[in-house]
């Protein structure tokens, strides 16, 4: 790092003894003619400063620029430059051939030297750091039935396919539109390579299942002959689509809502940040039920507020405490760990804690699980020994999801409801916009 760091500095060097030795050059072959002020109006000073914000450790891409743009820069010296060119001499046009080879072959040496700079090698991570927008993997809890199979079908329509079919275009310029689309993905598309833009992706979703009815509930501990994940099953032999074999995964466990489902999600998710590297570019995983209504351009707005640069030990949700678990008038209330657990319809882990939660070696699962999900989720987040960071959602319910939404007609009348007024706030927008350029173009 220190060799990078003492590149820019000696480059400059390099540069301005090149300088210093033409000036020299130029003055001594031409200190007897008489116009020797317009003569060298043929050269041009040299760009050598780098751009500011932009180091040798950032790659050579810059340094490459500043190269093309010297070179660009410095013109040959033409005799038609000269004034007088029938007082100049054969030994000044030598010299001056020579000093133009002196330098072409400087800048040779130099973009050597640079081209050898480290390259970037994380694109989505450096992609990830100039947006400074948080990203998620975001699990929808569903299971193999012909109902369910339906709601997948409505969930896809709906807000996971908000940026691409429902937002108003007429209303949204093309750069929005052309940013925004690449939004929403799926992480099995995420995951196999199968995105042309995968950096651009902030909301990696998966609907998923337990696909082995003599699994474990959960699963914690995996290798080759017992994997995470299994293949999919045949469609023939249940109720999946072939729409779910491309977003959905399906766990080597049990099918079961009240323990073990969730956590091996977070660690099927943990698994896919770190098979990739991508610990650096993903920041929270999401675990969400089927009968949960999300507002997307809502929750989105949401996901902007949400702790980045510190996104440690973050469990995020709708929080209930002993008084909202039902207090005294439920023995398993007295059983919870920390002051407060979320509730199961939609919360969310930092990737650190989501690991910590699925690690079978930090802490005894089974002392701490309760009769219900959410609960011992929010056990499990509490038996680490270091404080937690509380992430609350909204207070006023609607705001960024609905949950519950059991009845599709319900869920398709509060769809549109939102459509209708996230138009109205689009309008308003770009009704701002045009009142602010209007008053720009009277000043």
């Known amino acids: 790092m220190m060799t990078e760091f003492f590149k820019i500095p000696l480059i400059l060097f390099f540069f301005l003894a090149i300088l210093i030795h033409v000036t020299i050059q130029i ?3 031409f200190q007897l003619h008489d116009n020797f002020d317009k003569i060298y109006t043929g050269i041009v000073d040299l760009p050598l400063t780098v751009p500011e914000n932009h180091g040798i450790a950032n790659g050579s891409s810059h340094f490459e620029e500043n190269i093309n743009n010297i070179k660009k820069t410095i013109k040959p010296i033409d005799k038609n430059n000269f004034i007088n060119e029938d007082t100049i001499t054969e030994s000044s046009n030598i010299i001056i ?10 800048l040779m040496k130099v973009g050597t030297i640079l081209s050898a700079s480290p390259k970037k090698k994380d694109t989505s991570t450096e992609h990830a750091k100039m947006k400074k927008k948080p990203r998620a993997f975001f699990g929808i809890m569903t299971y193999d039935s012909k109902d369910e199979q339906k709601r997948r079908d409505l969930i896809r329509k709906t807000y996971l396919n908000y940026f691409v ?10 750069e929005e539109y052309n940013e925004k689309k690449h939004w929403i993905c799926s992480l099995q598309d995420l995951d196999t390579g199968r995105l042309e833009h995968p950096e651009k992706c902030r909301l990696a979703y998966a609907f998923v299942m337990g696909a082995n009815p003599n699994g474990t509930p959960m699963l914690l501990n995996f ?6 994940s299994l293949p999919p099953p045949s ?17 080597n466990i049990q099918e079961n809502g009240k323990f073990g489902k969730s956590p091996t999600w977070f660690r099927y998710a943990t698994d896919v940040v770190e098979r ?9 995983i999401f675990k969400s039920d089927t009968d949960n209504l999300i507002y997307t351009p809502n929750f989105f707005r949401f996901m902007d507020k949400l ?11 709708r929080p209930l405490d002993y008084k909202g678990c039902g207090g005294d008038f439920h023995d398993h209330c007295k059983q919870m760990v920390g002051p407060v657990f979320m509730a199961g319809g939609c919360y969310f882990l930092s990737l650190d804690l989501a690991k910590f939660i699925s690690d079978e070696t930090t802490f005894n699962h ?7 999900e959410d609960m011992t989720t929010g056990n499990f987040v509490f038996s680490h020994p270091k404080n937690i960071r509380i992430v609350k959602e909204p207070r006023h319910k609607g705001v960024i999801r609905t949950h519950p939404v059991k009845k599709d007609r319900k869920y398709k009348f509060r769809w549109k409801k939102m459509l209708r007024e996230e138009n109205d706030r689009l309008t308003s927008r770009l009704a701002h916009v045009r009142n602010i350029e209007e008053i720009d173009a009277l000043e």
């Open 27 to 29: 003055k001594i072959s």
């Open 165 to 174: 079919d429902h937002i108003n275009r007429t209303l949204v310029g093309d």
């Open 366 to 372: 089974e002392a701490v699980k309760l009769p219900h």
């Open 223 to 228: 290798n080759e002959s017992y994997p995470l």
């Open 235 to 251: 469609l023939n032999e249940s109720k999946i689509s072939q729409k779910d074999v491309l977003d959905s995964v399906f766990l």
């Open 276 to 284: 990739h590297g991508w610990r650096n570019s993903w920041d929270y």
């Open 307 to 317: 702790p980045l640069k510190h996104a440690v030990r973050v469990f995020g949700g």
């Open 97 to 106: 051939q020579d000093l133009n080879l002196t330098i072409q072959n400087q």
